[in-house]
């Protein structure tokens, strides 16, 4: 038995030194006997070597001493018994395993010569990297390197198995021989494979340099590219460099230029951002200036010295001086109503009574005037078909100038598809009417390119009439969307 003296024996170089130490036959033989049972039981793995050292001194001891009871020769007859046993059964084990190691290592051998012969490897899915169009032979050289490392892996594993295994070192030499050809065989391949992974990582990267950068990294070949998008790119590309296998000096490399390109859109950013500011500053104080010239003007019209007279030459001189303004056409549009408005007072009854009188020396002009008066507040009584009819005779009479049909026409369109979809309205018949509309846009466009420069007004008046005709369209797709929604 295994006492608690010998348990502490637990190292053969112990177990020799406290042998040396007992003088008894009778102690060596129980240091001895506890070592040879403890060999066979130690951490679940017997210590065959520890073993054999053990019974050889047990044995020296039991021929020096032929008159040891017999109790311990039964129990080392015994303990040599269970050690053959053991080490038949681990002797069985160690051969089954090895022989499966040869089936194992026979597939990773048919494997790798396929492999070397070209044969084509599983890709690798980069698809949760947007941004980027052609990545396929990115795809296919990152499959083609995680199968070999898989592979490069999977052999050290059997490896390391075959070191801890319990076999004979013959049979563990060669079967790491086995494992280290294989291994020696793929590792140029997986080099390789790398460093082309890298060049054309590196070739992806300058790309995207060559089509956003210029060669000195300065400024932006396009600027319609939003610098939020290309920062997302450039981050993007960073992402897929930590993603991808690429040796060390590939990855240095293409995070130089990548760094490079998002300092230089840093920099490009900031001067965006002052020349919007500037701009803003600029815009705010040419309002400033405009709303200043209007309170002169204002101001000139309390002093009289703009009258009912000069009024028009005056008014002419201010819009002439608006045309080069930075102004959007609403603001220019709102300046021109302010100015109406400060020189509506100057239209006094007797201005009026002599504009009439004027009006109605020409008695076609009188008639004319007075029809399209009666035409616009007819238009302007919306949803009524009573005057919409009345309306529609009166422009049959007609014949309107262009500047009285860009005015007219699309107020009258406007009430027509009003009155229209009263009457009746289905999604046929308002994709019918979007087309009228379409056409009628298209129309007043081609119109409108026949303007010169030089008549203001003219010009604003069309854009009033193409914006009325905008909001017809918006109407209408709004109507259709509606009526697709309702089907669905």
């Known amino acids: 038995m295994l006492t608690g003296e010998n348990q502490s024996c637990q190292t053969i170089e112990a177990f020799l030194i406290k042998l040396s130490e007992s003088t008894s036959p009778e102690e060596k033989l129980t240091l001895s006997l506890g070592f040879m049972n403890y060999s066979l039981i130690k951490d679940k793995v017997p210590y065959f070597k520890g073993f054999w050292q053990a019974k050889e001194k047990a044995f020296e001891v039991l021929k020096a001493w ?8 039964s129990e080392y007859k015994e303990l040599c018994s269970e050690f053959h ?3 038949t ?24 010569n396929k492999i070397l012969q070209g044969e084509e490897l ?21 499959g083609a390197f995680l199968t070999i490392h898989s592979l490069i892996e999977q052999l050290s594993a059997v490896r390391q198995e075959v070191l801890t295994g319990s076999m004979k070192m013959r049979l563990k030499n060669r079967l790491i021989a086995s494992v280290n050809i294989l291994i020696e065989k793929i590792i140029p391949l997986r080099k390789n494979i790398k460093n082309e992974l890298s060049s054309c990582f590196l070739l992806l990267v300058d790309d995207f340099i060559h089509v956003h950068f ?24 960073h992402a897929l460099a930590q993603e991808l296998a690429l040796t060390g000096d590939g990855f240095k490399k293409s995070r130089i230029l990548l760094t490079s390109c998002w300092q230089t859109l840093s920099t490009l950013h900031t001067q965006y951002k002052k020349k919007v500011l500037a701009d803003k500053i600029s815009l705010d104080n040419h309002k400033k200036e405009v709303a200043s010239k209007i309170d002169s003007f204002r101001q000139a019209v309390k002093n009289q010295s703009v009258n009912s007279l000069n009024k028009e030459d005056k008014k002419r001189a201010f819009i002439g001086n608006l045309k080069t303004s930075p102004l959007s056409r609403e603001e220019l549009s709102h300046c021109l109503e302010e100015v109406d408005r400060i020189l ?25 005037d007075i029809i399209i008066e009666k035409l616009h507040g007819l238009i302007d009584v919306e949803g009524s078909k009573k005057a919409f009819l009345e309306a529609k005779e009166l422009l049959e009479t007609l014949h309107l100038t262009l500047q009285e049909r860009i005015e007219i026409e699309p107020c009258y369109l406007d009430l027509k598809d009003s009155i229209e979809r009263k009457e009746s309205n289905s999604l046929e018949e308002e994709r019918l009417r979007h087309g009228k509309i379409l056409k009628q846009s298209s129309e007043l466009k081609k119109i409108g390119t026949t303007f010169g420069g030089s008549d203001f007004e003219q010009a ?24 697709e929604e309702a089907i669905l």
């Open 66 to 73: 032929p008159e040891a009871p017999l109790v311990i020769w």
């Open 85 to 87: 046993r053991i080490k």
């Open 89 to 112: 059964t681990v002797d069985l084990i160690a051969s089954s395993t090895a022989e499966h190691i040869e089936l194992s290592l026979q597939s990773f051998e048919s494997l790798i």
């Open 122 to 142: 599983p890709p690798y899915s980069l698809i949760h990297f947007p941004g980027f169009g052609n990545r396929t032979n990115l795809e296919k050289l990152q």
């Open 214 to 237: 210029d060669e000195t990294l300065k400024a932006l070949r396009s600027t319609r590219i939003p610098f939020i998008h290309l920062q997302k790119e450039i981050k993007i590309l």
């Open 344 to 368: 509506k007072p100057l239209d006094t009854e007797e201005e009026r009574a002599r504009n009439l009188v004027i009006k109605t020396s020409n008695n076609l002009k009188a008639a004319r």
């Open 460 to 483: 604003l008046l069309y854009n009033k009439a193409l914006k009325k005709h905008k909001e017809r369209l918006q109407q209408s797709e709004l109507l259709i969307k509606t009526f």
